[in-house]
Every structure is written in C-alpha cells, then in structure tokens.
C-alpha cells in the first residue's frame, strides 16, 4: 500500500443538522434547540483527524447558508472539504435530527428528518476517478447504505473502486431499525462484505440482524470465516443508566487468529452518548493506521477515545492525541493517579 497517499482515511456519509432541546429539556415542550453539525462517518473522520492523520469527507450538500454552516465545521476539525459537492437546485437540503437527552428512567430519544436530501442525489459520476487512489483507508457504514437506493448504489460503486485501488475497506454496519429493516441490511451488507477488511459489528447486531448464534467471541470469528475480513471488532456497552456506562470493546485480527482485549472503562460519567459508537470506530483506525498491525493498541484508542466522546455534548469528538494516550496511561495504572492534569 502506497503510504504516501493524499489522505490516510476519506468517508461517505450524510451530514446533519442536529437541533436539541437544552440540558435535559423535551422536544415536545421546549421553546429553543441548540444546533449542531454530526454525521456518523463525519463523527469517525474528525476523530481520526483530531488523533493526527489526514482525512476527508465525501458528502453532498446543499448549496445554500445551512450547507456553508456545516461546511465551515468540518473545517474547524480539520477534515478536508475537497470531496464534497454540492446541490444547486431549488429542493436542495440538509438532513436534520432532534435528540433529547435521557435521565433515568426516562431514555433518549431521537426524531429524524432526512428524507429527500441533498445526500440522495449523489451520484458516481459527481468524482473525479483520481479519488479512488488518493487514501489508504476508506470508510462508510450500514446508515448510508440504509438512505435510499441512488446513495447505496453510489456508496456500493465506491466500495468496490476504493478496493480496486488498494485502500483498506473499513465499514461499520451502525444498524438503525427507523432506517431499514434486519432482513434489508443483512441482504445488503453481505453484498458488499467480500470487500470489506475491518468490521465493526456489535453483538446485539450480530445476533438480530445476521443472525448469528453462539458466544461473542465466536460471533467475530464466523464472520471472517465466511468472508475475506481482516479484523471484526465488537463494542461491550453497559447502560447502568443514561448518565452512568461501562465500556469496553473486543478486536479479533483473522489472521493471528487472535482476541484483543482490556479491562473496560466503568462508570463513566455520560454527558452524550451520541457520536460514541463513531469515536471506537476513529480510535480503532487511527491505531491502525498509525501503528500497522498493532490490534492492541488500536483496541487501546478506540476504547478511550469512546469513553471521553461520552463525555463531550455534541455528535462531533474533541480530543487530541495528548488527551488520549493520557486517558490510556491513567486506565492502566493501578497506582496512586492525580485529581487534575496540571
């Protein structure tokens, strides 16, 4: 693989508008909404970036003030905006959510309107071909797959030309039920799994989409038995309650035939768990890009850069790589640590 490509990781995905009620406020009553840019494969490129490495984002978006809004915010994480394009009709839009923070018991909850996009419009021939060779990596999830058959088709295409031009598939199947059905998403994924090198599938996912059956661990391994994947990794999420979790994760690497694993992140405060899921996935490939090879050490990243995500409001991560591999230094000492970093 050339390591002297233009960006380590370029993604695919939507990018929303997240508005939401402030503190612990409901939709249904509340009279303001605080926004936000997210975006599951932007969530996942911006860590990445944050961490040190070159990525990008290839989206569409319309072209008008709210378009140049999430434009702006990409940039401020230090993506770059090279790949996007851009709606200029008259019906161009940009996808919007409403999320309203959960306290126990009462759990979190999310409304989404983001049907007839901007995103739905993209199409293959809106790149230059030059794209397919410019990335070591290249990302996408079961969300964008799951937006309508014009992005799947693209996304598809994308996948298999990204391959074509030796770059690392990555794709994280992110199963959302208002989006599609089991049945759909599994048809669809396994579609494009025999070109997929590091898979993110949970558990729960594993057993309710895929429907597969035994432990976890043997989960993981079925998956690369059946297709040529390089790496499955599984997030452990325990929701004592919607401000208290645990976390931890398990890689498995298909050609040592190896399990990764650590002692998991407990209790962590949660301020906001969305774009947690995405910041394990950021973690992880930011660890392997940057230490070829090294499963423990991406299981290392990707389980601290998740935990801290919990703790930032908003979709999008704010750590650096100082943060980080102090978060990892202080979760494996057993000793004596300090109250603040000073």
């Known amino acids: 693989m050339n390591s002297k490509r233009e960006f380590d990781l370029l993604a695919l995905g939507e990018l929303l508008l997240r508005l939401s009620p402030p503190d612990n406020e409901r939709i249904t009553r509340g009279e303001t909404l605080q926004k936000q840019v997210g975006g599951a494969e932007l969530n996942v490129v911006s860590g990445v970036s944050l961490l040190g490495l070159r990525t990008g984002i290839i989206s569409k978006l319309p072209s008008n003030n709210l378009g140049t809004y999430v434009k702006n915010r990409i940039r401020f994480c230090g993506v770059s905006d090279d790949a996007l394009v851009y709606d200029e009709s008259r019906d161009a839009r940009l996808g919007v959510y409403y999320y309203e923070n959960g306290a126990y018991p009462r759990k979190p909850s999310i409304v989404y309107d983001r049907m007839y996009t901007s995103i739905n419009k993209i199409d293959i021939s809106d790149f230059d071909d030059s794209i397919y060779s410019s990335t070591r990596c290249f990302h996408t999830s079961g969300i964008t797959l799951a937006l309508g058959e014009q992005v799947r088709r693209t996304a598809i295409e994308m ?5 074509k031009g030796s770059a690392l598939i990555s794709f994280d199947v992110n199963f959302r039920a208002n989006l599609w059905s089991s049945e759909e998403a599994k048809a669809c ?8 090198d590091l898979f993110f599938c949970s558990e729960e996912t594993s057993r309710l989409t895929f429907l597969k059956e035994g432990t976890p661990k043997e989960m993981m391994k079925s998956f690369t038995k059946d297709f040529p994947i390089t790496m499955v990794a599984s997030t452990q999420r325990i929701v004592h309650s919607p401000k208290c979790h645990t976390f931890g994760s398990i890689i498995y690497s298909a050609s040592e035939d190896k399990y990764y694993e650590e002692d998991p992140y407990r209790n962590i405060d949660v301020i906001d768990r969305i774009g947690s899921g995405d910041a394990y996935v950021a973690g992880v490939l930011y660890g392997l890009l940057a230490h070829p090879g090294d499963f423990q050490k991406a299981l290392e990243y990707g389980n601290a850069t998740s935990s ?9 991560p704010s750590s650096d790589l100082k943060e980080i591999n102090n978060i990892i230094r202080d979760h494996q000492n057993t000793g004596r640590q300090s109250e603040m970093d000073r």
Do not use: A, C, M, S
Request: glycine share 4%; no cysteine.
């Open 308 to 316: 801290v995500k919990n703790t930032i409001p908003g979709d999008l």
């Open 159 to 163: 996948i298999k030309r990204f391959k």
């Open 189 to 196: 994924i396994e579609e494009i799994l025999p070109y997929v």
